[in-house]
């Protein structure tokens, strides 16, 4: 089976990435993850692909990843599905954008997830994980070999907690569940930053130094006969 494609734009004034996810190179279907800013780019991006968006998902609702998503969700027709406790930030977005930031238009989501279901859109099998830690209703998206897990877990960092909701002890058990849950080789696909892996996180990771106590190497592979790297 092919894994699904992701195409990832580093969008807005602190370059959130934005993820165009089908389930594979000629899907004329796709999801997209975290329309942060640049709703133009994004959606030329689409077209240039040659796929329409069948779906909005959010990691979360802080405004770096949520800018676009009035505009995006208006000229596509898709449905937004937005994580159940921060949907007053989606549906009220300038009260909570830093100076300096926007305008954004607020939006009133189709869907709210609260993790814990499962989707299936644009032909993926979409798994949806509570990811609690950076913000209280954080949600990570899990496709087959990949996660996309917003601002959980960064090549060599991890999501900042010290903003509402954030939590240093309950985000390191969100990444935990990750790791535990999902093979080593599983692709990263971050809110910000480059591409990683589970595996690369937990052995290189300098946050990850006491959860690489508690976590076991990763996951094995599936099957009989496969190890684990
Ligand atoms: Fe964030």
């Known amino acids: 089976m092919s894994r699904p494609d992701v195409r990832s734009f580093s969008v807005g004034p602190v370059q959130e990435n934005c993820h165009i996810v089908r389930a594979?190179?000629?899907a004329t279907r796709a999801v997209i993850?975290?329309?942060?800013d640049e709703p133009e780019r994004l959606l030329d991006a689409a077209e240039a692909l040659g796929?329409?968006?069948?779906?909005?998902?959010?990691?979360?609702?802080?405004?770096?990843?949520?800018?676009?998503?009035?505009?995006?969700?208006?000229?596509?027709g898709a449905p937004v599905y937005c994580p159940e406790i921060e949907r007053p930030l989606l549906t009220d977005v300038m009260s909570w954008v830093p100076p300096?930031?926007?305008?954004?238009?607020?939006?009133?989501?189709?869907?709210t997830l609260?993790?814990?279901?499962?989707?299936?859109?644009?032909?993926?099998?979409i798994e949806v994980l509570f990811t609690p830690g950076h913000s209280p209703g954080h949600l990570t998206y899990a496709i087959p070999g990949a996660v996309?897990?917003?601002?959980?877990?960064?090549?060599?960092?991890?999501g900042r907690v010290d903003l509402p909701g954030g939590d240093w002890a309950?985000?390191?058990r969100s990444i935990g569940t990750l790791l535990a849950r999902f093979p080593g080789d599983t692709v990263v696909y971050p809110g910000h930053m480059g591409v990683t892996t589970l595996q690369r996180e937990r052995d290189t990771n300098p946050f990850l130094a006491e959860l690489r106590a508690r976590v076991p190497a990763a996951a094995p592979a599936a099957g009989p006969g496969t190890t684990a790297r």
């Open 33 to 36: 993850v975290d329309p942060g």
């Open 170 to 172: 309950t985000l390191e």
């Open 148 to 158: 996309l897990s917003g601002d959980v877990l960064f090549q060599g960092s991890v």
């Open 114 to 125: 609260a993790g814990g279901e499962r989707l299936s859109l644009a032909g993926l099998d």
């Open 51 to 76: 796929v329409e968006i069948e779906a909005v998902l959010l990691t979360h609702c802080h405004f770096d990843h949520i800018g676009a998503v009035a505009p995006v969700a208006r000229a596509t």
């Open 24 to 26: 594979d190179p000629q």
């Open 100 to 111: 300096g930031f926007g305008p954004f238009e607020s939006y009133d989501p189709e869907h």
